[in-house]
Each structure stands twice: as structure tokens, then as C-alpha cells.
């Protein structure tokens, strides 16, 4: 019933090959510097720039809306934006996704 090309081909029994194993790493170590080591590089960047927001810094937030910020403290999360003249909101500091300049 089985032919013996079959039974030949099983190789060594019980054995652990390396070989099979290298493409795996290989693949992890690409994903890594291609994929993981940059991403590590951006959110480590994202943190020291909402860090260092001041007052008077134009920003852009999340969801795309522009303005100034006119109350930032560095023990809070929140920093309050002028996004019209007169018109002020408060941001969760994390939410700022851009920093446009740096004026004051």
C-alpha cells in the first residue's frame, strides 16, 4: 500500500534538523529591522515630542484639527488649544500627533 520512495523520503527518524529551523529566524530578523525596530524608533519619538509641547507650539491633533496651545503644564494630560481666536478646548496630550512650530 505505501511505496517505498514513501517510507525513503521520511528521513532521519526522530531527528531535529536546523536546516528547517534557519528560515524561520531569518524571517523574524527581517521583520525586526524592517518592521519592529522602526516602529520602537517612532512611538519613542512621539513620547519625547508630546513631552516637550509648550505654550504657544501649533499643533496638529488626531483627528486633524489645528491650533495653538495656550495652557500646557507639565504634571497634566491635558493641555488646552485655541483652535479660533476665542475659542479654546482642552486635548489629552497624547492625541497630538504633530508639532507644526514653534512660535511664541
Known amino acids: 500500500m505505501i511505496s517505498t ?3 525513503q523520503s521520511a528521513g532521519p527518524a526522530g531527528g531535529f534538523s536546523l536546516g528547517g529551523l534557519i528560515p524561520f529566524i ?3 530578523v527581517i521583520f525586526y529591522f524592517l518592521l519592529i525596530r522602526p ?3 517612532k512611538v519613542k519619538e512621539h ?3 508630546v513631552q516637550n509641547l509648550k505654550r504657544g507650539d501649533t499643533i496638529v491633533t488626531a483627528g486633524g484639527m489645528v491650533g495653538k496651545i495656550v495652557k500646557a503644564s507639565d504634571n497634566s494630560e491635558e493641555i488646552t488649544v485655541e483652535i479660533s481666536k476665542g ?3 482642552n ?3 497624547h492625541m497630538v500627533s504633530d508639532l507644526k512650530t514653534s512660535k511664541k
Open 87 to 89: 475659542i479654546n478646548v
Open 39 to 41: 516602529q520602537q524608533k
Open 26 to 28: 531569518l524571517i523574524f
Open 47 to 49: 513620547k519625547n515630542m
Open 91 to 93: 486635548v489629552v496630550r
Open 5 to 7: 520512495a514513501f517510507a
